[in-house]
Structure formats: structure tokens, C-alpha cells
Antibody, heavy 120, light 111 residues
Framework: EVQLVESGGGLIQPGGSLRLSCVAS????????MHWVRQAPGKGLVWVSR????????TYADSVKGRFTISRDNAKNTLYLQMSSLRADDTAVYYC?????????????WGQGTLVTVSS | QSALTQPPSASGSPGQSVTISCTGT?????????VSWYQQHPGKAPKLIIY???KRPSGVPDRFSGSKSGNTASLTVSGLQAEDEADYYC???????????FGGGTKLTVL
């Protein structure tokens, strides 16, 4: 059974840093593109970042470019999102999602999400 | 990339059919047969229900169907059931070097 479990969210002050983790099980992580998607309270879904199977190709939303870094440790079955210079508008539930073998594949599996609140 | 355009709400009675539209541009929806639809119940993670415009993942009822014409994709839910009440989001591939783009979401109410 495919499972994705996010952690690392919490309350952080503006300008601070946070690292989210997503532990994957039930499949071989290196075979799949992985994504981070966020959802601000009461708002819609937004693609944040994606990474290919070996971590060599990454893409970011303009709103997080230069502040967020996506990475993966396939040996640990873990996807990461390092977030820095956090702003109030980064407040959201962050989901990790499994893509496919290509960057255009849909996200077929999602974690339960972890809430990041940026506030003083 | 601009968000795809969805109606904010839709509704139907049990047993009826409802169609939700998703309008993009020639750079996303119109250029690729790579539209997907996600269902999200309150407080839950999204669930993929349609991919590549018309395909259903295993386990998704055939009451859910997708289509596309030009720059607009559509999700049709037939034989509405109470458990179909949820938010629905479309998404499209937007090019090799770009992230995908979501629609703003449609809240489906089963009357």
C-alpha cells in the first residue's frame, strides 16, 4: 500500500526557516517524480515544487523560487522541502504527492498534509 | 502561469448529472491531453479521480467522466450521490519547464 506521511509543520515567525519531510512507503521512491502542493486556509490548491526521481531536476513556483528547496533522499525514502525567508502568505497545509514516471503525470497519491503557520 | 477557471459552485439532486468546466489557454489545457481532476472532501487530502482528460484510476466509479474541447475541459458526475459532495479541482500540464496549474476549485453540493 502506498503511503506518504508528512511532518515538520508548525508555527514559525516571519523570516524563519522550516524543513518539511515526507516519508514514503509501499513503492520505490526513486522511480517517481514527487511534488509539494500547498493549500492556504479556505483557498485552493497550488503546485509548489517538483523533483525527478534522482533529484537532478527541480521546478518551483515563482512565489517560492529562491526561498524553497526541494530535495530527496531515496535511500531514506524521504522527500524534503526546505523553506526559508518565510512570509505570512506561505501559511498553508503542505501536501506531498507522488507523480508518475514523467513530469506531466498526475499526482495519484497524496499525504495527509502538514500545516505551516507563519505568524509573529 | 495563471490559474485555470472553474465555476465556484455547482449543484444537483441525487441521481442527476452535473458538469463542471475548467477553462485554460492554448498553453495548457488546449495544448496537452494532460488534464486531471481531483476530489477533496473537507479536511481531507485531494484524491485523483481523472487523469489524461478521460482516464479513471482504479477504484474510481465510472460515474465520473472527463472530456475536453479546445481550451476547456469538463468533469461530469452522473447519478449524483451524497458522498460526491466535495470540492473539485482541475489541473493541467503547462509545459516541460513549468509546474502544472490548478483551477480555483468548484464546490459541488448535492441537494
Amino acid at each position: 500500500e502506498v503511503q506518504l506521511v508528512e511532518s515538520g509543520g508548525g508555527l514559525i515567525q516571519p523570516g524563519g526557516s522550516l524543513r518539511l519531510s515526507c516519508v514514503a512507503s509501499g513503492f520505490t521512491l526513486s522511480d517517481f517524480w514527487m511534488h509539494w502542493v500547498r493549500q492556504a486556509p479556505g483557498k485552493g490548491l497550488v503546485w509548489v515544487s517538483r523533483v525527478d526521481g534522482d533529484g537532478s531536476t527541480t521546478t518551483y513556483a515563482d512565489s517560492v523560487k529562491g526561498r524553497f528547496t526541494i530535495s530527496r533522499d531515496n535511500a531514506k525514502n524521504t522527500l524534503y522541502l526546505q523553506m526559508s525567508s518565510l512570509r505570512a502568505d506561505d501559511t498553508a497545509v503542505y501536501y506531498c504527492a507522488r507523480g508518475g514516471h514523467y513530469n506531466w503525470d498526475a499526482a495519484g497519491y497524496w499525504g495527509q498534509g502538514t500545516l505551516v503557520t507563519v505568524s509573529s | 502561469q495563471s490559474a485555470l477557471t472553474q465555476p465556484p459552485s455547482a449543484s444537483g439532486s441525487p441521481g442527476q448529472s452535473v458538469t463542471i468546466s475548467c477553462t485554460g489557454t492554448s498553453s495548457d489545457v488546449g495544448n496537452y491531453n494532460l488534464v486531471s481532476w481531483y476530489q477533496q472532501h473537507p479536511g481531507k487530502a485531494p484524491k485523483l479521480i481523472i487523469y489524461e482528460v478521460t482516464k479513471r484510476p482504479s477504484g474510481v466509479p465510472d460515474r465520473f467522466s472527463g472530456s475536453k474541447s479546445g481550451n476547456t475541459a469538463s468533469l461530469t458526475v452522473s447519478g449524483l450521490q451524497a458522498e460526491d459532495e466535495a470540492d473539485y479541482y482541475c489541473s493541467s500540464h503547462a509545459g516541460r519547464d513549468n509546474l502544472g496549474v490548478f483551477g480555483g476549485g468548484t464546490k459541488l453540493t448535492v441537494l
